[in-house]
């Protein structure tokens, strides 16, 4: 292959705001048959607001379960916590990091943090199974992502989220089928919220959609794709860091995406617009016919 053209290749999407991490990325990116997408701060911005917010339990005042709850989720990098945060402060409660005395993240499910000598889970359903507990109040909005909050093994809350789509992936998804390209959605989130998104690009923009997936499922059906052809996966979080590593191309969302993502993944979107994914199959496939 001739270095210069792939240079030159590498140099020009560059300044169209993809970071290529070596000509080898742009020839298989030439040759790129599926490509598979995060949901939640991919193909939507990330930016949850809080649509519902409502304590289940008698003996826990909805301002104390939201003082709760904004002060643990202030210590994930999760788009939903930052919902969260701010949805204490326009109810003009705050945060309060500082009372948080230990926490773990668990990507794909949610946050454990112990505040006031309490030990609080805010998560999804795979984290009421982890925290052993049965979720007896649950809500019904449809399409919107569901949140439950824990005290040790009892549920005492509950929320719903939402997020849009950001501007410019319908078209950027239907650009890519247009060159034969097959693609999919890989979401930790639930089926409802995945549907929502589905509705939103049009019901023939994606072939494949799997929800409800932890990390490594979403790296397991990253190798089923592959099973049809070079596969390139974009993702912005920890949770999609295997699955990155895992495609022939990873991708990662540089802007708003977190760090472990980048590192992993062999290009970085410099911008968080969608559609420079189709222009640089493009400038891939021409770069090859120049090499060639
Ligand atoms: P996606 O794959 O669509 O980016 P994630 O794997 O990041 O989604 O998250 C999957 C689900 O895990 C979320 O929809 C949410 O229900 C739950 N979750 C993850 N992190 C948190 C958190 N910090 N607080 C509450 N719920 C969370
Ligand atoms: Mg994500």
């Avoid at 112990?114 to 199974?129: F, H, P």
């Avoid at 992502?145 to 989220?161: D, H, R, W």
């Avoid at 549907?195 to 397991?220: S, T």
Wanted: aromatic share 6%; charged share 20%; with cysteine.
């Amino acid at each position: 292959s001739t270095p210069v053209a792939s240079f030159c290749a590498l140099t020009k999407a560059a300044t169209n705001g993809l970071l290529i991490k070596g000509g080898d990325y742009l020839e298989i990116l030439a040759k790129i048959k599926v490509v598979a997408f995060d949901k939640t701060g991919t193909l939507t911005r990330g930016e949850f607001s809080v649509t519902d917010f409502q304590s289940v339990s008698q003996d826990v005042s909805l301002d104390n379960l939201i003082y709760w709850v904004a002060s643990i989720e202030s210590k994930s990098s999760h788009p939903m916590a930052a919902a969260l945060v701010d949805y204490g402060s326009s109810n003009s409660i705050q945060s309060q990091p500082e009372k948080v005395t230990e926490y773990q993240n668990f990507p794909g499910e949610g946050i454990f943090g112990e505040i006031d000598g309490k030990k609080i889970y805010v998560g999804n359903k795979k984290m009421a199974t982890r925290a052993g507990c049965e979720i007896f109040s649950d809500l019904e909005r449809d399409g919107e992502t569901y949140g439950y909050i824990f005290l040790e093994n009892i549920q005492i809350g509950k929320f719903s989220v939402a997020d849009t789509c950001r501007s410019g992936v319908a078209e950027a998804i239907q650009q890519l089928k247009g060159m034969g390209l097959k693609t999919a959605m890989l979401t930790g989130d639930s089926h409802s919220a995945a549907m929502r998104v589905q509705d939103q690009l049009g019901q023939q923009a994606l072939d494949y959609l799997y929800a409800d997936l932890l990390p490594e499922e979403k790296v397991e059906f990253i190798k089923e794709l592959k099973q049809q052809g070079p596969t390139a996966m974009i993702g912005d979080g920890v949770n999609d860091a295997p699955a990155l590593a895992t495609a022939d191309i990873g991708i990662a969302m540089g802007v708003t995406g977190s760090a472990l993502a980048t590192e992993t993944s062999h290009i970085t979107l410099m911008s968080n617009d969608i559609g420079k994914i189709p222009q640089a199959v493009r400038l891939a496939r021409r770069t090859r016919r120049t090499i060639i």
